[in-house]
């Protein structure tokens, strides 16, 4: 079988909800949508595992279904199961950047700062149980999808959690099979909204790490420490 040549631009179709008084929406499709170029169906989205009737929501590339002839007009077709509520659609043309633009453009934008990380933390530990702020928190420093140490520790501005993510392996793993969904959470991550976390940066780049150290403890006051390791005959020992 012939493969599909890939474009550096692409039409894409994008689905959303209208709800009054939001001026920003997310790419959302109806049940059972179904989307046609002429007699040509496009190709959707993999269906949610969790809803069997709708796939996940995001831009519907259309450019193989089009003709683009100034003597063609490319009529396109919607449809889906009515439910009561209003959507909007759009087509666009984008140009496709790689996964190594826009990692260099997220390394150029402002980080998250340290001192909001160790708020952050601060507020969260304390919040669990005043009593206990004095205690340290264990940390992972392993990127939940590629399982090796971070990076690039980065998150969304919208997750409420402390646990990040590496933003080089999240981003290619999206070049490959666009999701845009954080790994620790499962909401909505889109590339715009990713920052680099400095407070954890600065961690994975000191020189009291060793090449083994994948846990650190994260104290009540934002400050840490290296996790103590057991040798085995269960002796304590701090490296470092």
């Known amino acids: 079988s012939k493969s599909i040549p890939e474009y550096p631009y692409q039409y894409q179709i994008r689905l959303c909800q209208i709800e009054l008084g939001r001026f920003e929406a997310m790419d959302y499709f109806p049940s059972e949508l179904f989307v046609r170029v002429g007699d040509t169906p496009c190709p959707l989205p993999p269906t949610n595992k969790r809803s069997k009737s709708r796939q996940i929501a995001s831009p519907i590339n259309c450019s193989h ?9 490319n009529l396109i077709k919607v449809n889906w199961v009515p ?23 997220l390394q150029d934008k402002e980080t998250r700062s340290s001192e909001d990380t160790k ?3 601060i507020k969260k530990l304390t919040r669990v149980d005043p009593d206990l702020a004095c205690t340290s928190n264990q940390f992972s420093l392993l990127c939940p999808l590629s399982k090796n140490r971070m990076k690039l520790p980065a998150k969304s501005v919208h997750c409420d959690h402390i646990m990040c993510f590496d933003a080089d392996t999240f981003i290619r793993m999206n070049e490959k099979k666009s999701k845009w969904l954080c790994p620790i959470c499962n909401v909505p991550c889109l590339y715009e909204d990713i920052k680099i976390e400095n407070y954890f940066l600065e961690i994975v780049k000191s020189s009291r790490l060793e090449d083994d150290d994948n846990n650190i403890l994260i104290k009540a006051d934002g400050s840490w420490e290296k996790e103590l390791k057991t040798t ?4 304590l020992v701090i490296k470092g």
């Open 119 to 121: 708020n952050q933390i």
């Open 83 to 105: 439910d009561g509520k209003i959507y909007g659609i759009t087509m666009n043309l984008v140009k496709q950047l790689s996964a190594d633009n826009l990692i260099n453009k």
């Open 232 to 235: 085995t005959n269960n002796t």
């Open 65 to 73: 279904e089009l003709k683009l002839s100034p003597f063609v007009t």
